[in-house]
């Protein structure tokens, strides 16, 4: 089996930062892209950053300049550096990674259970 598992969310003050984790575990045979997703009170969820297995990155506009996404591939983990948070920011993130599961050889998109960030003064 394969787990996914963000940390790192809390509360913090409009302008503040906050670092997201989010490590991949179990029986992983190979993992590409990885990235973040958020879903605010009442909206749908919305795509917030990934990086592939080479480092490209991509942003969503709403976030551009103020997010940065990393990984460290020794450790599995997508890291979500978010940095001058406005109270628009306020969702729940979750993880994905593209993985292949070594047992089943399935190649899916494995999703934590999400981590909330709260953005209020």
């Known amino acids: 089996q394969v787990q996914v598992v963000e940390s790192g969310g809390g509360l913090v003050q409009p302008g503040g930062s906050l670092r997201l984790s989010c490590a991949a575990s179990?029986?992983?045979?190979?993992?590409?892209?990885m990235g973040w997703y958020r879903q605010a009170p009442g909206k749908e969820r919305e795509f917030v950053a990934t990086?592939?297995?080479?480092?490209?990155?991509n942003y969503a506009n709403s976030v551009k300049g103020r997010f940065t996404i990393s990984r460290d591939n020794a450790k599995i983990t997508v890291y979500l550096q978010m940095n001058s948070l406005k109270p628009e920011d306020t969702a729940v993130y979750y993880c994905?990674?593209?993985?292949?599961?070594?047992?089943?050889?399935?190649?899916?998109?494995?999703w934590g259970q999400g981590t909330p960030v709260t953005v209020s003064s």
């Open positions: 990086i592939t297995s080479d480092d490209s990155t």
């Open positions: 994905y990674a593209d993985i292949r599961d070594r047992s089943s050889w399935n190649r899916s998109n494995y």
């Open positions: 179990g029986n992983i045979f190979s993992f590409n892209a």
